[in-house]
T-cell receptor, first 114, second 111 residues
Framework: KAGVTQTPRYLIKTRGQQVTLSCSPI?????VSWYQQTPGQGLQFLFE???????NKGNFPGRFSGRQFSNSRSEMNVSTLELGDSALYLC?????????????FGSGTQLSVL | LAKTTQPISMDSYEGQEVNITCSHN???????ITWYQQFPSQGPRFIIQ???TKVTNEVASLFIPADRKSSTLSLPRVSLSDTAVYYC????????????FGQGTELSVKP
């Protein structure tokens, strides 16, 4: 069974640009969530999607958005990039997103904003 | 108040048993305790989950005392490849699709 796949693995952008990251969950998983990891702030929850609907949202500005498609694949978008957006962006999936359910993470997309 | 408290870092040598303790004084009756492992530049990986007493799998053991106010992740005979950050999550920190990570414990295994 294939794991969670994130593309691209690395990305370099400049300030003011926008970026779209992609995540393919494990087959059969309907919940997809996104996380940002930086050395200073650690792992922070961005948002979670279930059946194409955003179900949970973290404390990030509106420049960060996402969506989920009918096949459970998800994308996240960051507009008007800032230097502080440089981070490892991780996607995770699970079947239902129930409490205590195990999450499966991808290897992430390393975004560098210059 | 922080939900969980873990040591920031630990050092060990290959072949030793490593025990990482997590304090969760305000754990609720229905809360489970979950541990994740993260290697550099990779996503976290689920290690083990438990509610009470002892849970063991092929990777680790989890010891939970009767009062459940703490838990100990035990890694038997660690190797260099066990060098990673270990996160303890409790209750609302583990809402399935939404995980709230603390700072974790950075374990360094030396030869």
């Amino acid at each position: 069974k294939a794991g969670v796949t994130q593309t691209p693995r690395y990305l370099i952008k400049t300030r003011g640009q926008q970026v779209t990251l992609s995540c393919s969950p494990i087959s059969g998983h309907r919940s997809v969530s996104w996380y940002q990891q930086t050395p200073g702030q650690g792992l922070q929850f961005l948002f979670e999607y279930f059946s194409e609907t955003q179900r949970n949202k973290g404390n990030f500005p509106g420049r960060f958005s996402g969506r989920q498609f009918s096949n459970s694949r998800s994308e996240m978008n960051v507009s008007t990039l800032e230097l502080g957006d440089s981070a490892l962006y991780l996607c995770a999936s699970c079947r239902q997103g129930s409490q205590n359910e195990k999450l499966f993470f991808g290897s992430g997309t390393q975004l560098s904003v210059l | 108040l922080a939900k969980t408290t873990q040591p920031i870092s630990m050092d060990s040598y290959e072949g030793q048993e490593v025990n990482i303790t997590c304090s969760h004084n305000n754990i609720a009756t229905n809360d489970y305790i979950t541990w994740y492992q993260q290697f550099p530049s990779q996503g976290p990986r689920f290690i083990i989950q438990g509610y009470k007493t002892k849970v063991t799998n092929e990777v680790a053991s989890l010891f939970i005392p009767a009062d459940r106010k703490s838990s100990t992740l035990s890694l038997p005979r660690v190797s260099l490849s066990d060098t990673a950050v270990y996160y303890c999550l409790v209750g609302d920190d583990n809402q399935g699709g939404k995980l709230i990570f603390g700072q974790g414990t950075e374990l360094s295994v030396k030869p």
